[in-house]
């Protein structure tokens, strides 16, 4: 795995273009597994999550052109509804391809997708949804098959607003037959892009982005054209490393109102925070008060952020205290924090962090893909020089971060 290493206490200044959303493209593309027609979809992310979902369509017999970042998904009569365990083992979002494939073909074999650092990452909620549909489901070697030869439409009711299980169930739910209903749905912008980009192939969803979304079964959906959304995730990221370096950044192709509570927060801080039509422009200052963060479903505050916010609150005026309310093991990176100087303290998903007038650079090590991002915003703060090892996780979600934090003026190498 590649190592990073920062030379810290450099502000951050210049703009940057946010890439397409990895958490829109992912679904979307699975999505391209419904129809029989060539679907085109722009401003795909190149980063290796896509990669990976690539090789999966493929696998299925899904070939997708790629032209730059715009994939063309061409039509296939015939689809092998498989997905095997040495891809879902690099890509925890496969599973999206279950309800697709399922619709599609009236039978899905997809190797359980397994946890990750962050969380046992459970399906108990997907395939609860797909029986109320009419699949049945087994599970053997580590394989889930689903079956059902027509699935039907029905009121699904979700114990938490899972993201992944209210896009797989709303795509198995647009070839169902008659009204399906998703109630307590996770509202994220992602899952909007997901009915847009349905409903141009034909669908008939209503209400995404509440907590009930309908969705009137059709017989069939025909190919279409759909551009992703910005990623909200990485424009938050490079807007807290402004912010923590003390720097000024502007970020071009950013839909702000997706970043209402990170915004929210950062002005908290004392951070200056602008937004013009697509841009947003952090300005920081080099002493910010501390504030409290609780992570819940959209619209609260994002759990893909926590790590990149605490990060800069080690450094905050006064104590701040994050809570983590969607996995029960996204404190990974306090350890290494504290290596770096910090003053935290946890107590299961609660951590206490007393801010510091200064990190000095140590060796860290990366565990996933959002706490190396955190990681990296704690050396460009340091004192010092900081190496990041494990820093492979980053290529799953961001496109060319080191020259891009590189053309902010940070000092920053990657060594392979
Ligand atoms: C999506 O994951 C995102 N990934 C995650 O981003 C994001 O952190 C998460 O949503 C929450 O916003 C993609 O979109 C590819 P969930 P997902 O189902 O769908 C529990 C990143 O860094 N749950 O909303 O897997 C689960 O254990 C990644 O880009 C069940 O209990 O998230 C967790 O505690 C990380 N049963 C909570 O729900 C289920 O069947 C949220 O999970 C499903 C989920």
């Known amino acids: 795995m590649p190592t990073i290493e920062i030379k810290g206490k450099h502000p951050l200044f210049g703009t940057i273009a946010v890439q397409g959303s990895k958490n829109a493209a992912l679904p979307i593309l699975a999505a391209t597994l419904l129809c029989d027609d060539d679907c085109k979809v722009n401003n795909i992310p190149p980063i290796s999550d896509i990669s990976n979902m690539q090789i999966l369509l493929s696998a299925t017999g899904k070939q997708i052109k790629q032209q730059s970042q715009t994939y063309l998904c061409e039509a296939s009569k015939e689809i092998?509804?498989?997905?095997?365990?040495?891809?879902?083992?690099?890509?925890?979002?496969?599973?999206?391809?279950?309800?697709?494939?399922?619709?599609?073909?009236?039978?899905?074999?997809?190797?359980?997708?397994?946890?990750?650092?962050?969380?046992?990452?459970?399906?108990?909620?997907?395939?609860?949804?797909?029986?109320?549909?009419?699949?049945?489901?087994?599970?053997?070697?580590?394989?889930?098959?689903?079956?059902?030869?027509?699935?039907?439409?029905?009121?699904?009711?979700?114990?938490?607003?899972?993201?992944?299980?209210?896009?797989?169930?709303?795509?198995?739910?647009?070839?169902?037959?008659?009204?399906?209903?998703?109630?307590?749905?996770?509202?994220?912008?992602?899952?909007?892009?997901?009915?847009?980009?349905?409903?141009?192939?034909?669908?008939?969803?209503?209400?995404?982005?509440?907590?009930?979304?309908?969705?009137?079964?059709?017989?069939?959906?025909?190919?279409?054209?759909?551009?992703?959304?910005?990623?909200?995730?990485?424009?938050?990221?490079?807007m807290l490393a402004a912010a923590a370096t003390g720097g000024k950044v502007t970020l071009t192709n950013v839909m702000s109102e997706h970043l209402t509570p990170v915004i929210a927060k950062l002005k908290e801080t004392g951070t200056n925070v602008t937004m013009k039509d697509t841009t947003v422009t952090v300005e920081?200052?080099?002493?910010?008060?501390?504030?409290?963060?609780?992570?819940?479903?959209?619209?609260?505050?994002?759990?893909?952020?926590?790590?990149?916010?605490?990060?800069?609150?080690?450094?905050?005026?006064?104590?701040?205290?994050?809570?983590?309310t969607i996995f029960e093991n996204r404190f990974m990176h306090i350890g290494e924090f504290k290596r770096l100087g910090a003053k935290i303290t946890t107590e299961g998903r609660t951590a206490v962090i007393e801010g510091t007038p200064r990190l000095n650079g140590a060796q860290v090590c990366a565990s996933d893909l959002r706490a190396s991002a955190a990681l990296i915003i704690a050396g460009l703060m340091a004192e010092g020089t900081t190496t990041v090892s494990d820093s492979g996780h980053l290529l799953r979600g961001y496109h060319n971060i080191v020259e891009n934090f590189k053309s902010l003026g940070a000092q920053i190498e990657l060594f392979s």
């Open 80 to 238: 092998s509804p498989f997905a095997s365990y040495d891809i879902t083992n690099r890509l925890r979002a496969s599973f999206l391809v279950a309800g697709p494939l399922l619709a599609r073909e009236g039978y899905a074999e997809i190797a359980h997708p397994g946890g990750c650092p962050i969380g046992a990452r459970p399906i108990d909620l997907h395939l609860k949804g797909f029986s109320k549909l009419g699949a049945s489901i087994h599970t053997k070697n580590g394989y889930i098959s689903l079956k059902a030869n027509k699935l039907k439409g029905n009121k699904i009711y979700l114990d938490f607003p899972s993201v992944g299980a209210t896009e797989n169930l709303m795509m198995a739910a647009t070839l169902a037959k008659g009204t399906t209903l998703i109630e307590n749905a996770a509202a994220e912008p992602e899952i909007i892009d997901l009915a847009n980009f349905l409903n141009e192939m034909g669908a008939q969803i209503s209400d995404a982005g509440t907590d009930t979304i309908k969705i009137e079964g059709v017989s069939s959906l025909h190919g279409g054209e759909h551009t992703i959304i910005p990623d909200r995730i990485e424009a938050g990221t490079y």
């Open 284 to 324: 920081g200052k080099s002493s910010y008060r501390a504030v409290d963060i609780k992570t819940l479903p959209y619209p609260g505050f994002p759990t893909d952020l926590q790590a990149q916010f605490c990060a800069m609150l080690c450094c905050a005026k006064g104590t701040s205290i994050i809570t983590e």
